[in-house]
């Protein structure tokens, strides 16, 4: 949540003339509904049970990049079926880093919505404790704080056309 992934994801889309998915915009689209509304109504298991399944139909697509959001590759089997499928990255923000790009936008992230600046920290800090174990089980680990968005571009560009 916050570390660039869609942004980087369309960017390297573009790049690579490939198709462009983000799966919340996805699951929004597929349900006709926002991810808002979604936790509300299902609760996050409920939700969780939706982007399983718009996972599992967006793997099986050629020629994709896809952007998850935070929560997908720790539930289920989720990054062991995206690493199957492609190449995963990850990447790789400090806490303090996620609530700056976080705090001005949190009224649209249901995890986050109606926490204080104060409230955001330490709530980023355990949420990342808990799904980095994960993240952490990706192909690429990016140290996202360290190089520009165009740096990394080179970088991956040259990793994906070198496959």
């Known amino acids: 949540m916050g570390s660039g992934k869609s942004t980087l994801g369309k960017h390297l889309a ?91 936008g949190r009224e649209h992230r249901p995890l986050i919505a109606g926490k204080s600046p104060e409230e955001l920290l330490p709530f980023i800090g355990k949420k990342l404790s808990e799904r980095e174990p994960y993240y952490l089980q990706s192909q690429i680990v990016a140290a996202a704080e360290l190089l520009s968005p165009e740096a990394y571009m080179q970088i991956l560009s040259e990793s994906w056309t070198n496959k």
């Open 14 to 104: 573009r790049l690579l003339n490939r198709t462009f998915i983000d799966l919340d915009h996805y699951i929004e689209t597929r349900e006709k509904s926002s991810i808002t509304q979604l936790f509300a109504q299902h609760g996050e298991d409920g939700f969780r049970g939706l982007e399983r399944l718009a996972l599992a139909s967006t793997l099986s697509l050629k020629e994709v990049v896809i952007a998850t959001g935070g929560g997908t590759p720790c539930f289920f089997n989720n990054m062991e079926q995206m690493n199957q499928a492609g190449t995963t990255l990850y990447l790789q923000l400090s806490p303090e880093a996620l609530v700056q790009r976080l705090l001005p």
